[in-house]
């Protein structure tokens, strides 16, 4: 009876653990063997490989159709190349253009500096250094051509500094200055007034010496009419300082010492 007492529940257990169903999830997963085999793998790596998303595109500007057409152009200028006849000089003809484009540079390099250094000055060449014992200005007669060429020219510009040179040596002639290179007109002008002579001749030299510091100097634009105005500045003050009248004699002999 203990015996039979003691199997009961264990034949029990038995038959309730044979008719309870398995879950999905309690199946033991079956174990998958890894591959090792090289050309599995190979296969395997090209299929993923293929993968459109796995690929970039490339976005070209130009159409593919004129890419082609570049193409073969270059292609067909590189064998033209290749077949020139004297494709074997081409070296020596790269180095003698490139010779002469050196040439050409230091050409340009030395007319650029040239006319920065001794280019047209504003006045007259003021620049150069004096020597001792020379002539500052010409003749006033030497200066008519060159402001008769100026004024066929209509360089109004030149025609003014031609103009001004005569009118200094004309001061000159009459010893009412001295010319000098290192002097201004401002200095000119300082002469001038330290001489006798007539107050409006020395109003309208002012008044010249003042427009060759706005047109010259501050290299305003000079026009006929701006040029016809200085002119008649010139004859008045000729006039008033007499510059045109006969010189005495004992002006002649203080001009001679």
């Known amino acids: 009876m203990n015996r039979f007492a003691r199997t009961l529940p264990r034949v029990a257990a038995a038959l309730l653990l044979a008719l309870t169903p398995l879950r999905a999830d309690d199946a033991p997963a079956p ?26 595109v490339e976005k070209s500007g130009l159409n593919p159709r004129l890419e082609d057409l570049l193409t073969q152009w270059f292609k067909q200028l590189g064998a033209k190349v290749g077949d020139f006849k004297y494709s074997s000089r081409m070296p020596a003809f790269e180095s003698m ?39 500052e200005l010409l ?37 009412l200055v001295e010319a000098d290179r290192t002097r201004t007109n401002r200095e000119y002008l300082g002469q001038l007034r330290g001489r006798p002579l007539p107050a409006p001749g020395l109003a309208v030299v002012t008044a010249m010496v003042n427009a060759y510091d706005r047109f010259i100097y501050g290299r305003a634009a000079i026009g006929e009419t701006e040029w016809n105005r200085f002119h008649r500045q010139i004859e008045e003050a000729a006039l008033l300082l007499h510059l045109d009248d006969p010189r005495t004699s004992a002006t002649a002999g203080r001009a001679a010492a």
Do not use: C
């Not at 025609?159 to 000159?172: D, G």
């Open 139 to 175: 003749a006033p007669e030497f200066y008519d051509e060159e402001i008769a060429q100026a004024i066929r020219a209509q360089d109004w510009h030149a025609a003014w500094l031609a103009a001004w040179r005569q009118f200094l040596s004309r001061l000159e002639q009459r010893n």
């Open 97 to 135: 253009l490139m010779s002469l484009l050196v040439v050409f540079s230091i050409g340009v390099l030395i007319y650029i500096t040239y006319r920065i250094t001794r280019g047209r000055a504003w006045t007259w060449d003021e620049s150069r250094p004096s020597e001792p014992g020379e002539k």
């Open 31 to 56: 174990s998958a063997a890894p591959v090792t085999d090289p050309t599995l793998v190979a296969q395997r790596y090209q299929q993923i490989a293929a993968q459109p998303r796995f690929h970039e």
